[in-house]
């Protein structure tokens, strides 16, 4: 099963003024969106084109939209309705991953979700990035924990599976206050988390930052990250599934880190060393 990235041409209220402008000082959505992912071509067209590359580069036999770029549910119902419809009705597609901010939801839409997640298999992912709200307003992301929080608690609610994304490494913070993360997110009702080194990507507020100060960053090293995100396995619940253990992205817009530019893979055998070294396993200190 793979994932398809469509854009279907959203925007997102941290961008256009209606929270904030300029968006979160890390976001570049080119980071994510692969070649055939064009919000000029129709989303058919779209599913096809990530079809055939999936089932090339991958083998791939069964597929699932993904909404990633941008906040995915910040248009009008009507519209929302059109977009998903036509997304779920290729043949080829099984479910929808809907990716988007907390502040871009509210009762009628998720009510509408929880009405499509009966028909199909849907997940609402949403940006946490980290549990401190300093570190949220440095971001630019408009949004607080607690707000962020809440909604995921009414998604979960209506049996809408619900996947958050946490970024470790973000500036000032702390190994020990990441760690301690580990708590307040699994005491969220997330049934998937993705978990992402700080990358800095070059073009983003964040990379002007990290060119005039960069002693106020402290990025992972790929030794440093190995050893911290086994501990934060230990610590997470072991009820959540983790979808994603680290990021990547293309080398060429990456102003750091980037570990000598490994493959996904190879960081994923690397963590499966580590946690098999150190003898434990994801909720092993967890309580
Ligand atoms: S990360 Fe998401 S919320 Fe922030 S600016 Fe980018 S699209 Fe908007």
Redesign the pocket.
């Known amino acids: 099963m793979q994932k398809v990235s469509l854009d279907a041409g959203f925007t997102?209220p941290?961008?256009d003024g209606v929270k904030g402008f300029g968006?979160?000082t890390y976001?570049n959505?080119e980071s994510f969106n692969p070649a055939y992912c064009d919000p000029k071509m129709p989303l058919h067209t779209q599913i096809d084109e990530g079809i055939k590359f999936l089932q090339k580069r991958y083998g791939a036999k069964k597929y699932v939209g993904y909404l990633q770029a941008?906040?995915n549910t910040y248009k009008p119902l009507a519209e929302l309705k059109k977009i998903y419809s036509e997304i779920l009705g290729h043949p080829e597609i099984s479910g929808l991953v809907i990716g988007t901010?907390a502040d871009c939801v509210d009762d009628a839409k998720l009510d509408y979700l929880a009405a499509l997640s009966a028909q199909h298999e849907i997940t609402v992912e949403y940006?946490i990035e980290t549990c401190n709200n300093k570190t949220l307003a440095m971001l630019n992301?408009c949004e607080t924990f607690e707000e962020v929080g809440e909604t995921i608690k009414k998604t979960s609610m209506r049996g809408i599976k619900t996947c958050g994304h946490l970024i470790f490494g973000l500036p000032g913070e702390t190994r020990g206050e990441m760690l301690a993360e580990a708590k307040i997110i699994s005491a969220l009702p997330l049934d998937f988390i993705k978990l992402h080194q700080l990358h800095i990507v070059k073009g983003t507020v964040m990379a002007s930052m990290y060119k005039k100060t960069p002693e106020l960053f402290s990025l992972f090293s790929l030794e440093e990250y190995l050893d911290f995100i086994v501990s934060f396995l230990e610590l997470l619940s072991p009820q959540i599934v983790v979808e994603r253990l680290f990021g990547e992205a293309p080398p060429a817009i990456m102003a750091g880190p980037t570990w000598g530019g490994l493959r996904n893979d190879q960081v994923l055998n690397l963590i499966e060393e580590c946690l098999e070294k150190r003898n434990t396993w994801q909720g092993r200190l967890y309580c």
Do not use: A, I, L, M
Request: glycine residues 16%; hydrophobic residues 0%; positive net charge.
């Open positions: 997102c941290n961008r968006g979160c976001c959505n941008y906040s901010r940006g992301r």
